[in-house]
C-alpha cells in the first residue's frame, strides 16, 4: 500500500514570493512521482512527473519538483509566484507496473495574493 | 480535440435513487479511469476500464456500484440506492495507453449530493 501526505491545505503567498508545497509518500516498492494542478472549473492537469533519472523535474511555467528518496519526498517550488498560479495541487504517486493507479494527496490551495 | 468531458457536473440525488455519472473520454483514448474525492480527502482510484472490459476495480466499492465502457457512447460510473456516504466529487480520466509515457487526462468531475 502507498500513501501521499501533503502537509499543508492552504498556502496564502504574495505575488512574486518564493513558495514550496510540500509532498511526503510511504510506499514498499519503488513509485512514480506527480504534481497535478486544478484550476477553478477546470479538470487535473498533469503539471510534472518524476519517472527515474534527473531526480529535479520541472515544468513549462517555471515549477520545479526534487525528488528525494531518503526522505521520501517531492515537494513543489517556484521561486516567484504569479496570480494565475492560484490553483489547489495534488501530489501523487503510483506503482512501477501499475502507473494508471494513482494515489493522490489530499492537496495544496495555493492562493497568490496581490 | 475536446477534453474529457463529464456531465453533469453536478447531480442532486435523494437517499435510495440511482445515480449514473456519463464520462466522454479525448478522441482516441481508449483507457478510462474513475476516481473518487470524499470530502476532505484525496482522490481515490476506483476502476480502470478499457473498451468493453474492466481492467482492474479493485477500488470499487463491493456492492452498489458498477461501471462500463462500450463500444460506443461514453463510459458509464452506476450508483444504486445512494446513501449520504456517496456524496463526492467523482473524476474520469482517459489515456490512450498506459506506458510509463502516457499521460491521463482528467475531466472537472461531476459533484453528487445525496440528500
Known amino acids: 500500500a502507498q500513501s501521499v501526505t501533503q502537509l499543508d491545505s492552504q498556502v496564502p503567498v504574495f505575488e512574486e514570493a518564493p513558495v514550496e508545497l510540500r509532498c511526503n509518500y510511504s510506499s514498499s516498492v519503488s513509485v512514480y512521482l506527480f504534481w497535478y494542478v486544478q484550476y477553478p472549473n477546470q479538470g487535473l492537469q498533469l503539471l510534472l512527473k518524476?519517472?527515474?533519472?534527473?531526480?529535479l523535474v520541472e515544468s513549462i511555467n517555471g515549477f520545479e519538483a526534487e525528488f528525494n528518496k531518503s526522505q521520501t519526498s517531492f515537494h513543489l517550488r517556484k521561486p516567484s509566484v504569479h496570480i494565475s498560479d492560484t490553483a489547489e495541487y495534488f501530489c501523487?504517486?503510483?506503482?512501477?507496473?501499475?502507473?494508471?493507479?494513482?494515489?493522490f494527496g489530499k492537496g495544496t490551495l495555493l492562493t497568490v495574493n496581490p | 480535440n475536446a477534453g474529457v468531458m463529464q456531465n453533469p457536473r453536478h447531480l442532486v440525488r435523494r437517499r435510495g435513487q440511482e445515480a449514473r455519472l456519463r464520462c466522454s473520454p479525448m478522441?482516441?483514448?481508449?483507457?478510462v479511469y474513475w476516481y473518487r474525492q470524499l470530502p476532505e480527502e484525496g482522490l481515490k482510484f476506483m476502476v480502470y476500464l478499457q473498451k468493453e472490459n474492466i481492467i482492474d476495480e479493485s477500488g470499487m466499492p463491493k456492492e452498489r456500484f458498477s461501471a462500463e465502457f462500450p463500444k460506443e457512447g461514453p463510459s458509464i460510473l452506476r450508483i444504486q440506492q445512494v446513501v449520504r456516504g456517496d456524496s463526492a466529487a467523482y473524476f474520469c480520466?482517459?489515456?490512450?495507453?498506459?506506458?510509463?509515457?502516457?499521460?491521463?487526462?482528467f475531466g472537472q468531475g461531476t459533484r453528487l449530493t445525496v440528500v
Open positions: 480520466a482517459s489515456s490512450p495507453g498506459t506506458g510509463e509515457n502516457t499521460e491521463a487526462f
Open positions: 478522441k482516441g483514448h481508449s483507457h
Open positions: 518524476y519517472l527515474s533519472g534527473s531526480t
Open positions: 501523487a504517486v503510483s506503482q512501477l507496473g501499475s502507473n494508471y493507479k494513482l494515489t
